[in-house]
């Protein structure tokens, strides 16, 4: 029953995935584009995790909490020099 939740889990991650990559190249501003790459981070982040309870390694969420903290960092430079230039 369970592999069934991680299979409509990845299905909806998948989903997300494709309408976040469309705001990503189809952002009218840099803003959007922006805002976009961050969702594109949480969506992948969300993928090692659930690959993380697939295989059944800890170590994969290690992984993405590094993934999150350096994305975090990443975007608010981006919005920083996209506010007044670094």
Known sequence: MAEVFIYIAAAIVGVALLLALYRFVKG????????????LTIISISAIVLAAF???RGIYLDVALVYALLSF???I???RYLERGF
Do not use: N, Q
């Open 28 to 39: 009218p501003s840099d803003a959007d584009r922006v805002v976009a790459f961050d969702v």
């Open 54 to 56: 697939v295989e059944g």
């Open 73 to 75: 960092l990443g975007v």
């Open 77 to 79: 430079a981006v919005a």
